[in-house]
């Protein structure tokens, strides 16, 4: 298994999985209508991107072909800079194989080699498996969305 930056070229040949992953990282956390159209758009978003430098997407292959993908960026908020994971997603049958750790470990280095002092993300409560798989890699709580639904 090799892991790595991807470019524009990686993204094109490997559209359609891409979205797979993106579809499987968002239907972890919310309820989406039309979650084709949202991938589609996250795809097109992907290589304006990685065109204007903004982004870090690292995608892990198996014989050349994409098996799972990370996508960072940096941030600047109200806690210093920091990488960012929006997307974490390995597909299905590759799972339990320590992949989304190797990304995570990769993702780790990127963030150093820019002096970014630490990674963050944002976790579905429920996401059981990804909260162990952060937990495992010693991600620590440091804010909480909290709500309250108002319909019966
Ligand atoms: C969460 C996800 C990325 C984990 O990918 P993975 O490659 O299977 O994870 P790894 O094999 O690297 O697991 C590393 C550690 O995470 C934990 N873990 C991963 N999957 C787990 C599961 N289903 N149940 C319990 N713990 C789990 C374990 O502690 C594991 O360490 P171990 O193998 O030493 O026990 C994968 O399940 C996935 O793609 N889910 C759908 C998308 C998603 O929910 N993304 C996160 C939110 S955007």
Redesign the pocket.
């Known amino acids: 298994m090799i892991v790595r930056l991807i470019d524009e070229k990686d993204v094109q040949k490997n559209s359609d999985v891409l979205k797979v ?1 993106i579809e ?3 239907n ?2 919310y309820e989406l209508e039309d979650i084709h159209s949202f991938s589609e758009n996250k795809i097109m978003d992907l290589k304006q991107h990685i065109g204007n430098h903004s982004a870090y997407p690292i995608a892990a292959f198996e014989r050349n072909r994409m098996i ?1 993908f990370l996508w960072g960026y940096e941030t600047n908020g109200m806690s210093g800079r920091a990488l960012h994971i929006a ?4 597909l ?1 049958r ?9 990304l995570i470990q990769y993702a780790e280095k990127v963030a150093e080699n820019e002096d970014l002092a630490k990674v963050e993300l944002i ?2 409560a429920n ?4 909260l ?2 952060y ?3 010693n991600f620590l709580p440091e804010r909480l969305i909290l709500s309250k639904s108002l319909q019966e």
Do not use: D, P
């Open positions: 992953l499987n990282c968002i972890s956390t799972g997307y974490i997603s390995v299905e590759f799972r339990g194989q320590g992949i989304a750790k190797s976790v579905g996401n059981s498996a990804a162990s798989l937990k495992s890699m």
